[in-house]
T-cell receptor, first 110, second 118 residues
Framework: GQNIDQPTEMTATEGAIVQINCTYQ??????LFWYQQHAGEAPTFLSY????GLEEKGRFSSFLSRSKGYSYLLLKELQMKDSASYLC???????????FGTGTRLTVIP | GAVVSQHPSWVICKSGTSVKIECRSL??????MFWYRQFPKQSLMLMAT?????????EQGVEKDKFLINHASLTLSTLTVTSAHPEDSSFYIC??????????????FGPGTRLTVT
């Protein structure tokens, strides 16, 4: 089977750093994605990790450990507009579609 | 590049009627498009995979006779919700993969269609 675990909700302060964790289980793995979704809108692509390590892209970084089935999304210098749901997703080997977690709803407070 | 559009962005219909939602890839070709449904405060649930020129593949529990999918060209897929009922009210999102990028790359999502059945 396949499964993704993410915290349901998180709260962080404007200007701070927050780490959103994601653990996954799958029989085959072909890359992990993070998407951002604001309420009532479609998801937008943030990052893609296929090899172990940290990928940095501006204020957002994503880390992957394939041996541990673990990823995290790191958001620095939080802004109010970062309040959104963050979805962890992966491709199973041979699959054509992404499998999504339930998402983590992040609230940034002043 | 990699823009996906959906039409309409929102629709209200009466129970028992049918609603068609269009998904277009505007600047790339997509042999495969995906249809998701998302209820409030829940994640995206894949309904079906739409393949150009062939029948769609439906996920378990999704009624193929109720949710008709047509993928007539490399840039257009449609989802028709037939005999809609209030429980079909949801946020429907399509996504597409750019065939030129190969497997394993990100999907590009449309802006979604909010369906309300009264």
């Amino acid at each position: 089977g396949q499964n993704i675990d993410q915290p349901t909700e998180m709260t962080a302060t404007e200007g701070a750093i927050v780490q959103i964790n994601c653990t996954y289980q799958t029989s085959g793995f072909n890359g992990l994605f993070w998407y951002q979704q604001h309420a009532g809108e479609a998801p937008t692509f943030l990052s893609y990790n296929v090899l172990d390590g940290l990928e940095e892209k501006g204020r957002f970084s994503s880390f992957l450990s394939r041996s541990k089935g673990y990823s995290y999304l790191l958001l620095k210098e939080l802004q109010m507009k970062d309040s959104a749901s963050y979805l962890c997703a992966f491709y199973q080997t041979g699959a054509n579609n992404l499998f999504f977690g339930t998402g983590t709803r992040l609230t940034v407070i002043p | 590049g990699a823009v996906v559009s959906q039409h309409p962005s929102w629709v209200i219909c009466k129970s028992g009627t049918s609603v068609k939602i269009e998904c277009r890839s505007l600047d790339f070709q997509a042999t495969t498009m995906f249809w998701y449904r998302q209820f409030p405060k829940q994640s995206l649930m894949l309904m079906a995979t739409s393949n150009e020129g062939s029948k769609a593949t439906y996920e378990q529990g999704v009624e193929k006779d109720k949710f008709l999918i047509n993928h007539a060209s490399l840039t257009l897929s449609t989802l028709t919700v037939t005999s809609a009922h209030p429980e079909d009210s949801s946020f429907y999102i399509c996504s597409a993969k750019n065939i030129a990028r190969g497997p394993g790359y990100e999907q590009y999502f449309g802006p979604g269609t909010r369906l309300t059945v009264t």
